[in-house]
């Protein structure tokens, strides 16, 4: 995850102040700079910059999706689980995820999401969340919102999520097409504004495709009128049917369009100190593209400051698949990160999450712990590997059976990334058909 508004504040303090705000060390669940982060109470989860030390040793464990039931009411088409309505035999009993919940609390994990499928399909949803919270886990809950009426919303708030979020793929028509279900759009409408109208801090989750792009702009306007307090814009990645569907990725123009226009709404927002958060996944090209607007939007601050930023972008690091982020399925497997369902690392009712986690025997993990990651092609000669980490290896092996090719999702032209032009670029080729590819074994 990029956190746009996070780098966005501190250029806006440094433009007041005349100098660039210090890094703040980080030891526990420290809170990301916001403007609630003083408040009694408030949470919120780690940077990437934990995870062990060079010697081996424990450090802050990995955010943790977890997707507690496959089944959803809903069978949208970019859906990575590829869920349907009904039920998945063998998911983990309430006990099971207890032995794993405290597993990853021995381990450090600071965050849990709690996704699907649809989380509020799962009887046991709450009896969960509740042992999460408990435990110190900053919890969120990721849902389509279609179940949450008023008195759902009550036992959401009641319960003490710490964020929820909320899919919308676009306005009314957009969004019931991408969904599959007619009424979808006003059902997570207010769904929203029961969750705010009770205190819960929402936020809208959209993923652009060349589908749904012309209503991006829309979104924005929609997200500050109704007052949700954060907007995360997904790139489409390539797993599930989000795969199947991948000829239909946005092309590069309107992305480097769209990411104007979040980091232009950022921007103001981050200058007036409103309390509204924006951040991007599932393309670390993100974090060279934001320098890249800073140079033609704000060019003194970029002049004054811009070294300071690529310096905290650095330090951020990136892609986090496989290392600082993680994810556990509904059967108990555990994968790199929610796209990589296609691989398996190990099962929780075999193994502890945390001996899976560290081990590098796997020569994916081995890649994806390796810093700098052994990336090939363009991503190998860029000059923003640093800032970036290689950005989304899964599109690459996707299409390519490689996952150390470079990726075809980055909308870096030649020039932006330090290259003489005229390169050849892998294409995002139409999803044929499903077969098994293998990952070449990590040397060194």
């Not at 916001?34 to 062990?52: D, I, N, Q």
């Not at 929820?164 to 028509?173: H, N, P, Y």
């Not at 320098?291 to 690529?310: I, N």
């Not at 490689?402 to 032009?421: F, H, Q, R, S």
Request: charged share 25%; glycine share 10%.
């Amino acid at each position: 995850m990029f956190r746009v508004t996070q780098y966005l504040r501190e250029l806006a303090q440094a433009e007041r102040s005349g100098a660039y705000p210090a890094a703040r060390r980080r030891t526990g669940a420290a809170p990301i700079l916001t403007p609630a982060a003083s408040k009694p109470g408030h949470k919120a989860p780690e940077r990437r910059g934990g995870g062990r030390t060079a010697a081996g040793g424990p450090g802050i464990g990995p955010v943790v999706i977890w997707n507690l039931i496959r089944r959803c009411n809903l069978t949208c088409q970019h859906c990575y689980a590829l869920s349907a309505d009904h039920e998945y035999a063998g998911e983990l009993s309430t006990d099971e995820v207890f032995t794993v919940m405290d597993d990853l609390k021995a381990c450090r994990v600071p965050v849990l999401i709690l996704s699907g499928g649809e989380p509020l399909l799962r009887p046991d949803l709450f009896t969960i969340a509740e042992r999460a919270i408990g435990q110190g886990f900053y919890t969120g809950l990721s849902t389509n919102g279609t179940l949450i009426d008023p008195a759902m919303a009550l036992r959401i708030a009641g319960t003490g999520f710490d964020y929820v979020g909320i899919s919308l793929d676009g306005l009314r028509e957009t969004h019931d097409r991408f969904r599959r279900l007619d009424g979808a759009f006003d059902r997570s409408l207010a769904a929203t504004r029961h969750l705010l109208a009770r205190g819960v801090k929402v936020g809208l989750r959209y993923t652009m495709t060349s589908s749904n792009a012309h209503d991006f702009p829309a979104l924005l306007a929609l997200m500050r009128s109704e007052g949700a307090q954060k907007f995360y814009f997904s790139h489409l990645n390539y797993a599930g049917r989000g795969n199947i569907h991948r000829a239909k990725d946005a092309q590069f123009a309107a992305t480097r369009e769209a990411l104007d226009q979040l980091f232009d709404r950022a921007w103001d927002a981050a200058r007036r100190g409103l309390d509204e958060e924006y951040v991007t996944g599932n393309n670390d090209a993100d974090g060279p593209w934001l320098l890249h607007w800073l140079q033609r939007r704000e060019p003194e601050l970029s002049r004054r400051f811009g070294a300071d930023l690529r310096q905290r972008l650095v330090a951020w690091g990136g892609n986090a698949s496989g290392d600082m982020v993680a994810n556990i399925d509904n059967l108990g497997e555990v994968h790199p990160d929610t796209m990589w369902w296609h691989h398996a690392l190990g099962n929780v009712r075999q193994r502890p999450f945390s001996a899976i986690w560290a081990d590098t025997t796997d020569p994916l993990m081995a890649g994806l712990k390796q810093h700098p990651r052994p990336v090939t092609g363009r991503c190998a000669s860029c000059t923003h590997l640093a800032i970036c980490g290689g950005n989304t290896r899964v599109r690459a092996q996707q299409v390519t059976g490689d996952a150390w090719a470079e990726d075809p999702g980055c909308y870096l032209d030649d020039a932006e990334i330090g290259l003489a032009p005229g390169h050849d670029r892998i294409a995002a080729t139409p999803f044929r058909s499903p077969k098994s590819v293998g990952i070449p074994v990590v040397a060194g």
